[in-house]
């Protein structure tokens, strides 16, 4: 499959960083779909199967992006989903998703910290996608 | 009900059966307590069936005799001391001479019970050892909340300082790699989003020095009197080039030329942060009022707008620190969160209060109400 075969879910609340993500993963080759909240995700998710799904953690509420990761695998649990936020030094929130453990609380795939390089991103996706 | 140990160490029978039977039905109660306080009393005969108890029980209280068979009270109040504990420690001697005074003292017995001594003194004493023993317990709790409260403000805070920084090197990364063509004006609009972040960041730097200022101590000597039509004027003033630009028209309406005395930059921030929300939240050809009044009792300032309005289920959290309602129409206005939280504060400063009433899209008032008689609480 090529990467324009792929379409990739993407919640931020941040208009600025939404807009040029799914800038950089067009550029990069891939369909996309943009929500804004938390609550325009879940609907995405209801009634769409993305092949790939990019959330951010804070949205209306503290842990969306943690209640995003728990809906997309309860309903679709082969996809794959990456967690980004900004707040990981602030919060202490640390998770490596390495161990079995934050695995099975954390139902994020892998988890990226925000302001990654476009090209960096795009590496993390195509080897979740095996591609 | 709170119940407090009472570890009472006497080599007397008669002493320790005396202080449990009186403070068996004794109660503490101050009018600042939230609950009342009984006691449970342990005994011990000598200093180091004392130090075993209070290893195991952890007493808030020990009432200490210092002429004890073996170790004597100086050396188990050294002991305790040495723990770091809360416990409280009382001596009571019927030996009180100025060396063992001085030394307890120095070992941080908070009290001295000259023996014998009667039920209304034992009483007395666990009364005053009380109070201090709530104030130490309230004090400790408010430093723990003031931590989280601290902890939680900063990191919401370098999220919000980190949200704008990533947004404009983002643009600029666009701009490095010449991703949407050659010409400086392919890039109008990651240029315009930019600018438009970095002023939200300044705003937010803004606000956070109004918040910094509002939290340091009052001084009495700038309070002066202050006419709020003059604090009017002067907002709307500030706010005009704005307003010009949102095509919003502001204007004031005095029904009562009220004075207060009050610090005049403490006004001016309750007024600037009022006067330009009710701008930003406006529509074109909308109109924002100042309408000052007071009564027998306060000076009530309203800051009426004919703007987006607040759903009802957003109010409830709109004066906490770095709360911004998000929604369609609120998507494209710069805000930092803090507003009205630190006009909430400083209101209350001046114990007054301050309500919203709106209708969506019909428009939102804010009503701050000063009391005329000041009395600043920091």
């Given at each position: 499959m090529r990467k324009s075969d792929y379409t990739i879910l993407v919640a931020d609340d941040d208009p600025d960083y939404l807009f040029q993500t799914i800038s950089n993963l067009s550029r990069a080759g891939y369909k996309t779909v943009a929500a804004e909240s938390q609550a325009e995700a879940e609907a995405v998710i209801t009634r769409f199967r993305p092949s790939l799904a990019i959330f951010d953690?804070?949205?209306?509420?503290?842990?969306s992006g943690f209640i995003l990761c728990y809906k997309i695998k309860r309903k679709y649990p082969d996809v794959p989903v990456i967690l980004a936020t900004a707040v990981a030094h602030e919060t202490g929130i640390?998770?490596?998703?390495?161990?079995e453990a934050e695995k099975s609380w954390i139902r994020a795939d892998i988890y990226l910290e925000k302001g990654i390089r476009a090209e960096q991103l795009d590496q993390e996706i195509m080897k979740l996608l095996k591609i | 009900m709170a119940v407090l140990k009472v570890l009472v160490v006497d080599d007397e029978p008669g002493i320790r059966s005396g202080v449990t039977r009186i403070l068996k039905s004794f109660q503490v109660n101050y009018p600042f307590m939230d609950e009342d306080y009984s006691y449970e009393v342990l005994e011990a005969a000598t200093g180091e069936e004392g130090i075993a108890i209070t290893e195991r029980?952890?007493?808030?209280i020990i009432l200490l005799?210092?002429?004890?068979?073996?170790?004597q009270g100086i050396e188990v109040l050294e002991y305790i001391r040495n723990r770091n504990s809360d416990t409280v420690v009382a001596m009571i001697t019927s030996y009180a001479s100025l060396d063992v005074a001085v030394k307890a003292h120095k070992f941080g017995a908070t009290d001295f019970i000259p023996k014998p001594f009667t039920p209304q003194e034992l009483k007395s004493s666990i009364e005053n050892i009380t109070k201090q023993q709530y104030l130490k317990r309230i004090t400790h709790k408010m430093n723990e909340e003031g931590r989280k409260i601290r902890y939680q403000f900063l990191s919401v805070l370098s999220h919000e300082l980190k949200a704008p920084l990533n947004a404009v090197e983002g643009y600029l990364r666009m701009m490095q790699e010449k991703q949407s063509g050659d010409?400086?004006?392919?890039y109008a609009i990651p240029v315009e989003r930019s600018l438009q972040r970095i002023q939200g960041m300044r705003n937010l730097i803004m606000d956070l020095l109004d918040f910094t200022k509002i939290r340091l101590e009052r001084k009495d000597e700038k309070i002066e009197e202050v006419h709020l039509s003059s604090i009017a004027s002067n907002a709307i003033v500030t706010v005009q080039p704005y307003a010009i630009q949102m095509e919003v028209s502001v204007l004031q309406i005095i029904k009562s030329d009220a004075v207060l005395m009050a610090d005049p930059t403490d006004l001016e921030i309750i007024f600037n942060n009022l006067v330009s929300n009710s701008v930003k939240y406006n529509k074109p050809g909308g109109k924002a009022e100042i309408i000052i009044d007071e009564d027998e009792k306060d000076v009530i300032v309203s800051f009426t707008d004919t703007g987006i309005g607040i759903k009802e289920a957003d109010r409830?959290?709109?004066?906490?620190?770095?709360?911004r309602i998000k929604n369609e129409k609120t998507r494209n206005i710069t805000g930092s969160g803090l507003g009205l939280s630190i006009v909430k504060k400083v209101v209350e400063l001046y114990n007054g209060t301050i309500t919203v009433d709106s209708v969506p899209d019909i428009g939102t008032t804010f009503t701050v109400r000063l009391p005329k008689k000041v009395k600043i609480t920091s």
């Open positions: 953690l804070m949205m209306e509420n503290d842990d640390s998770f490596s998703l390495d161990s | 029980e952890k007493p808030d005799d210092n002429k004890l068979p073996g170790m010409l400086i004006e392919d409830e959290n709109l004066f906490s620190e770095f709360v």
